[in-house]
C-alpha cells in the first residue's frame, strides 16, 4: 500500500468545499488549500471561510503556483468545471487521485478525458444541509461522502488510503458496491429536489410536508428512473422512497444548492439537471414532461433575475 494522504488541493470553495476544507484544516491546517484565481483568490486569501461561524484562513494557491496534490477534491458548479479542468493541471501529479463531489453523472468522465480516467475516482455527496451566504457556509448535518471505483466489491490500495484520510478527519463516509448506480440514484435526488425546490421556493421543511412539492419532486424523479432503467442502471420506485428517509433528518429550514443559487441570482445547475434528463429521453424514447416544464420554468427564473456566474 502507498502512503497515506498527506497533501489536499479542494478546487472550489463553496458549500462543499468550504465544509470539507474546514474539516480538513481541523485535522491538519497544512494538509489542505484552495486553488482559486482572480477575485475568489482575492477574496479567499483575504477572508478565507466562515463555517458554522468559525473563520478558516486556509492556504489559496494560483492555477500556477498549484503543486501536486495527493488528493484533489474537485467541488465546482456543473458550468464552471471546463474552467476547473484547466485550473487545476499543475496539481495533477503522477500519483495525485482526483474525486468529484460535483453533482450530475458526467464530471468524472470530463476530468478523465484530460487527466486519464485512471486518476479519477467516484463520488458524490448526500445529506448535507449546508448553506451558503457571501464566504459563509453553515451545515447542521454532514451527510456523508459516497466514493469509490466503478465495482468496490474488493477495496483498491487509492480507495483505502482516502476512507483512512476521511475516517481520521471525521468525514463521514460510504464505499458502495456500485458507484455508478449511487452516482445515478444522487442524480435522481438533485433531479427532483433542487429543480422542485428552486422552482417552488422550497426548503427541506416544505419538500418533507407540501403534496404539490412531493407531486412534482416525484414525478420528475420517475423520468429519470425511466431513463437510468433503459441505460441498464438498477433504479426503482424503491429508490424515491429512500430519498424520503434522507430527507427526513435535513434541517427544515435548510435549502437545496439549486433554490440558493436562484435566490442569489446565479446561474443553476439546470442543464446538467432537466437538460440532461431532456437529452437522454430522445435518445432512448422516452417522454420527459416534467423535466421539459422544469426547464423551461428555471430558465424563464435566469431570464428575470439576470443571473450571475
Not at 466489491?153 to 480507495?159: G, P
Not at 478527519?169 to 449511487?182: E, F, K, L, Q
Not at 419538500?207 to 414525478?219: F, I, K, P
Request: hydrophobic share 40%; glycine share 10%.
Amino acid at each position: 500500500m502507498k502512503p497515506s494522504i498527506e497533501k489536499i488541493a479542494i478546487i472550489g470553495a463553496g458549500a462543499l468545499g468550504a465544509a470539507y476544507g474546514s474539516i480538513l484544516y481541523e485535522m491538519d491546517p497544512q494538509c489542505v488549500c484552495f486553488i482559486a484565481s482572480g477575485e475568489r483568490y482575492e477574496k479567499l486569501t483575504r477572508g478565507g471561510v466562515v463555517v458554522n461561524g468559525k473563520r478558516y484562513a486556509i492556504a489559496v494557491a494560483r492555477p500556477e503556483e498549484a503543486t501536486p496534490a495527493d488528493l484533489l477534491i474537485v467541488a465546482v458548479k456543473h458550468h464552471h468545471l471546463d474552467q476547473a479542468i484547466g485550473e487545476m493541471k499543475k496539481a495533477v501529479g503522477p500519483a495525485t487521485t482526483i474525486l468529484s463531489v460535483m453533482n450530475g453523472i458526467d464530471s468524472e468522465e470530463r476530468i478523465g478525458a484530460v487527466y486519464g480516467m485512471d486518476k479519477v475516482i467516484y463520488g458524490l455527496t448526500l445529506g448535507i444541509d449546508a448553506v451558503r451566504e457571501g464566504n459563509s457556509v453553515n451545515y447542521k448535518n454532514q451527510g456523508r461522502i459516497l466514493f469509490g471505483e466503478e465495482k468496490n466489491t474488493e477495496l483498491t490500495d487509492r480507495v483505502r488510503r482516502i476512507k483512512e484520510l476521511f475516517d481520521k478527519a471525521g468525514i463521514a463516509c460510504v464505499i458502495p458496491p456500485d458507484m455508478i448506480r449511487s452516482l445515478w440514484f444522487k442524480y435522481m435526488i438533485n433531479v427532483g429536489a433542487n429543480q422542485t425546490s428552486a422552482v417552488l421556493r422550497a426548503n427541506y421543511g416544505t419538500l418533507r410536508s407540501s403534496s404539490e412539492a412531493r407531486e412534482l419532486m416525484d414525478s420528475a424523479m420517475r423520468e429519470v428512473i425511466a431513463i437510468a432503467r433503459a441505460m441498464k442502471v438498477e433504479l426503482s420506485e424503491k429508490d424515491i422512497g429512500e430519498w424520503y428517509k434522507v430527507l427526513e433528518p435535513l434541517n427544515p429550514a435548510g435549502k437545496t444548492s439549486m433554490f440558493q443559487d436562484v435566490e442569489a441570482g446565479r446561474k443553476t445547475e439546470v442543464e446538467m439537471f432537466a437538460g440532461t434528463v431532456i437529452d437522454l429521453g430522445k435518445r432512448h424514447g422516452i417522454p420527459t414532461p416534467v423535466n421539459r416544464r422544469l426547464f423551461d420554468e428555471l430558465k424563464r427564473i435566469e431570464a428575470r433575475s439576470g443571473e450571475k456566474s
